[in-house]
């Protein structure tokens, strides 16, 4: 194996213990700039119709600023895609609904192909069973009507606050 399927390898590891988008970024932002070219990428979300940098390789003299406008037609397929016009690639890794609202943005011309697909077979399918396991785990300890949480959330909150009671010698109230 070369030296980027080993990262990638040492990328998919880390995927696999994710517990949510918060350590699926952190593992990217370790790992993105072993695989590809510094300043060559950033991570775009989209939340409530604005766009926001989440990630960038780092480098000075990345990315220009890129308008939210440019980002809309850059991004409106929902699909992998080069813009020949701006040099850009990229690569839709997460979905809200039926539109992709995060995205690995790339300068088309720096990043190999073979890295691409690679990074888009391994990162789609992660970031889509993260959000389902944290969907799923909501769904375990929230009533679906109401929206409160559960019993079953009640018991674990006791158990951890009584443990951390008794490791710090501290009284503990429950009304």
């Known amino acids: 194996m070369n030296q980027n399927s080993d990262r990638l390898l040492d990328l998919a590891t880390e995927l696999l213990a ?5 350590d699926f970024a952190a593992a990217l932002d370790r790992h993105l700039p072993g695989i590809l070219t510094p300043g060559s990428w950033q991570i775009w979300r989209r939340e409530d119709g604005a766009w926001n940098c989440e ?3 780092r480098r000075k003299g990345g990315f220009a600023t890129i308008s939210p406008q440019h980002l809309d037609r850059l991004t409106n397929t929902d699909e992998e895609g080069s813009s020949t016009e701006t040099g850009l690639h990229t690569l839709p890794l997460g979905r809200a609904g039926e539109r992709a609202d995060l995205f690995l943005l790339l300068n088309a011309d720096r990043p190999m192909p073979q890295t691409l697909e690679k990074l888009g077979a391994l990162l789609v399918p992660a970031f ?4 389902t396991r944290a969907r799923l785990e909501k769904q375990t300890i929230t009533d679906e009507v109401s929206g ?3 019993a079953r959330h009640f018991r674990s909150l006791v158990d ?6 008794r490791r710090y010698g501290q009284d503990l109230s429950v009304i």
């Open 148 to 150: 409160l949480y559960n």
């Open 160 to 165: 951890y606050e009584m443990e951390r009671a």
């Open 18 to 22: 994710a517990r949510g988008e918060s």
């Open 128 to 131: 889509d069973a993260i959000v």
């Open 55 to 57: 990630l960038q390789g």
